[in-house]
C-alpha cells in the first residue's frame, strides 16, 4: 500500500505544485492520474520517490515513511519504486539486456555494477522480464535499434527486474501510436495484476486511461479533484479537472466501457470495480 498524508511541494520562488494531496493506493492496484498541463502530476510522481523533495506531508510504502529516511535509507527505498519514463530513458549504445539489468544496480556493489558483473540470478531475473515483456528475442540488440513500443517494453522490464512493490509511471504512451499505447498500457495494467504492485499512472489521454484502469485520479491545480472509477468520470468530473469544454465526444459511456477495446485479440483486461471505490465528489 502506498500511502499519501497532506502531500504539499512548494518550487522555490513558485506557486504551490501539490497542496495537502492525500491518497491511497493498494497493493495491485493502478491509478491513472490524469490533469491539465501544470496540475502537478509529474511533481506528485517524483515527490513518491523523492526525485522531487516534498515540503511537508508524508509518503509511506507499507510501514515504511520514505519521507523520513537518510539519504542511505532512501537508496534502499527506491529499489522498491520502478519507475517508467516518456522518452524511456535507456542508453542507447548499451544492449537490451544491459538496460535492463541497470535495473539491478541499486543492489549489486559498485565495481560489480562498474565490470557488469552481474550476479547470476540477476541475468536469470533479466531473462525472466524480457521473456513477460516479449523481448527474448531482443536481448543481445542496441537499445537504439528498437522502435518506441520495443523501448518502452525495455523500461517497463528495467522497472520490473528491480522487484518493486510499486511503479511511478509518467507518460508511458506520449510518444507511441494509439495501438502501440493500448499495448503498453495493457502489459503495465497486467504486470502489476500478477505481482500485485501499487501503480500511479501520469496519462494525458483519458480515453485511454479509462480503457486500460480501475481507478482515475483528477488533480487540478495542484489538488484532487476527482477520484473515482473510470465509468463516473462525467462532463461534470471533466469541466472540475480541466475546465468548461463540450466533453461530449471525449467521454466513454457505459455502454462503450462493456465493449472494452476494438481489437478482439487484444482484450483489455476488465478491471475490477470494487463496490467500495465510489467517485468521491470532492
Ligand atoms: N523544477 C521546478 N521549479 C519550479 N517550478 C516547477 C518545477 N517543476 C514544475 N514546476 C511547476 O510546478 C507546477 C506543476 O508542474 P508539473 O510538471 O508537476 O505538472 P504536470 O501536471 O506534470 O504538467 P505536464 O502535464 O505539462 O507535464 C507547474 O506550475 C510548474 O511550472
Not at 542507447?92 to 539489468?101: A, D
Request: aromatic letters at 4%; one cysteine or more.
Amino acid at each position: 500500500m502506498l500511502t499519501l498524508s497532506r502531500l504539499t511541494k512548494r518550487y522555490a520562488k513558485g506557486d504551490a505544485a501539490l497542496t495537502d494531496v492525500s491518497l491511497e493506493v493498494p497493493a495491485g492496484q493502478v491509478v491513472g492520474l490524469i490533469g491539465p498541463s501544470g496540475a502537478g502530476k509529474s511533481t506528485l510522481i517524483r515527490c513518491v520517490n523523492r526525485l522531487v523533495e516534498p515540503t511537508s506531508g508524508a509518503v509511506r510504502l507499507g510501514a515504511l515513511d520514505v519521507t523520513a529516511l537518510s539519504r542511505s535509507g532512501l537508496r534502499k527505498a527506491r529499489r522498491r519504486m520502478g519507475m517508467i519514463f516518456q522518452e524511456y530513458a535507456l542508453v542507447e549504445r548499451l544492449s537490451v539486456m544491459e538496460n535492463v539489468l541497470s535495473g539491478r544496480l541499486g543492489y549489486v556493489g559498485f565495481w560489480r555494477a562498474f565490470l557488469r558483473r552481474f550476479p547470476q540470478a540477476d541475468v536469470d531475473r533479466a531473462f525472466a522480464v524480457l521473456e513477460r515483456v516479449g523481448l527474448l528475442d531482443h536481448v543481445d540488440k542496441r537499445a537504439d535499434e528498437l522502435s518506441g513500443g520495443q523501448r518502452q517494453r525495455v523500461g517497463i522490464a528495467r522497472a520490473l527486474v528491480q522487484e518493486p512493490d510499486l511503479l511511478l509511471v509518467d507518460e508511458p504512451t506520449a510518444s507511441l501510436d494509439p495501438k502501440t499505447s493500448r499495448q503498453i498500457m495493457r502489459l503495465i495494467v497486467e504486470v502489476c495484476a500478477e505481482r500485485q504492485l501499487a501503480a500511479i499512472v501520469n496519462i494525458h489521454d483519458v480515453a485511454l486511461a479509462q480503457m486500460f484502469v480501475e481507478r482515475i485520479v483528477g488533480l487540478k491545480a495542484g489538488r484532487i479533484v476527482f477520484d473515482g472509477p473510470p465509468d463516473t468520470l462525467d462532463a461534470a468530473a471533466l469541466t472540475a479537472i480541466y475546465g468548461e469544454e463540450d466533453w461530449s465526444r471525449t467521454i466513454r459511456d457505459a455502454d462503450d466501457a462493456d465493449e472494452g477495446p476494438d481489437e478482439a485479440d487484444e482484450e483489455a483486461p476488465r478491471a475490477p470495480r470494487p463496490a467500495a471505490l465510489g467517485a468521491r465528489a470532492l
